[in-house]
C-alpha cells in the first residue's frame, strides 16, 4: 500500500509537482499520466524516496524518508526512465544486481537468487541473451533487461518509469502482463508512468492526470480518458472510442489535408 498525502516536490527550491494526494491500495496499479515535463518522473522519484518532498509519502504505512536504504531496496524496485548501465556486465550479471538488497554482509549470490533471475529472463524473453553484454542490446532489449534486475528484487512495490519506451507492441504486452501477474498472484503494488493512454487505460486500475504539476483529474479510465480532457492537457488533436474489450481506445486525429 502506497499513500501520498499532499505530496510536494521540485529541484533546487523551484516545484514541480504540487499538492498530490492518493491511496494506491496493495495489489492495485496506478497509471500517472501527463503531458512531456508535467511532473511525472519526478513524482515517481518522489515516491521511491529519491527527489526530497514535503506532505507525506508512506509505504505500507513507513514514511519513504525513515526507511534505510537498504529497507528501502528491499521494499521498492523502481526502474528509471534513463537508467545508468554498469560497463562490462553481462545481462544475468546485471539482472543478479537485483538480488542484492536480500543478501547477508558480504554475501555473494548463491544458486536461488540464479534461479530467480532466470524465471525473470525467461518470463521476460530474455534468456537467449543471458549471456550477452549489455552495450551490445539493442534498446528494446536493454530496456527489457533494466527491468529484469527490478524484477529479480522481488518487492512489494514496483515503481516503472515508461517501461514501455522502446518495447515492440508485442514486447510492451508481455511485459505489462508480467508486472499485471506479480500484482494479481503476489499483491505487488505498481506505479507507473505511461505515455500510451490506451496501454494506461487497460492496465491501471486509476489513472493520475498531472498538468505543470497538479493533479486535474483522477479516477478509472472512463473517468479520466475523456476526449475533451485529454485535448485539453495534452494540446492534441484526438478521440476516445470504445475498444474491443470495452475499454477506452484514444487515438490521434490528423490535421485534415487543406
Ligand atoms: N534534475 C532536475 N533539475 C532541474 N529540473 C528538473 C530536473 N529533472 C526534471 N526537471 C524539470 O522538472 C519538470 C518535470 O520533469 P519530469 O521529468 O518530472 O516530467 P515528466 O512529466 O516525467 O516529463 P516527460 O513526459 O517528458 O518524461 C521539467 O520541467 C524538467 O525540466
Redesign the pocket.
Known sequence: MIELVGVSAG??GKP?VSGVSVPVPRGSWLAII?????????LLKAIAGLVPCSGSVLLDGKPVGELTSRERARAVGYAP?VPVLPEGLSVTDYALLGRTPHLGALAREGARDLSVVQQVLARLDLTSLAGRQLRTLSGGERQRAVLARVLAQQTGILLLD?PTTGLDIGHAQSLLDLVDRLRTEDGTTVVS?L?DLTLAGQYADQLLL?DRGSVVAKGNAATVLDSEVLARHYDARLAVLDGPDGNPVVVPKRRPIE
Open positions: 529541484y533546487r514541480v501527463g503531458p512531456n515535463g508535467a511532473g511525472k518522473s519526478t526512465q515508461e508512468t505515455h498531472l
